[in-house]
């Protein structure tokens, strides 16, 4: 059983993506698959996107305003998410 826990979470508006960071380091991505400007309630309508392991336990994201960038505090350390690592077009 995986005792893993969301530590810090954060929704990026211009994505419609919900950010999440966890007390093992993930950084876990869901996509708004809804049409429109509203967040849905259904479970069904968020696509799980793949998610980055930092291997330490993130503390606080925050999101850039219109640049499509996440920051991830983890540890002692910050690291900075760019949208196209988290839509899959780059690694990360």
Do not use: Q
């Not at 810090?8 to 049409?35: C, D, H, M, P, Q």
């Not at 479970?43 to 291997?55: A, M, S």
């Not at 540890?75 to 998410?81: F, K, L, R, S, W």
């Amino acid at each position: 059983m995986n005792s893993d826990k969301l530590k810090a979470i954060a929704y990026e508006k211009k994505g419609n993506i919900l950010v999440g960071g966890t007390r093992e380091g993930k950084v876990l991505f869901w996509k708004n698959s809804a049409v429109g400007s509203k967040s849905p309630n259904d479970g069904e309508l968020w696509k799980c996107l793949p998610y980055i392991n930092l291997e330490k336990e993130v503390h606080r994201l925050s999101i850039g305003k219109n640049n499509g960038i996440i920051g991830a505090h983890y540890g002692n350390d910050v690291a900075i998410i760019s949208e196209t690592v988290v839509k899959g077009k780059e690694k990360f």
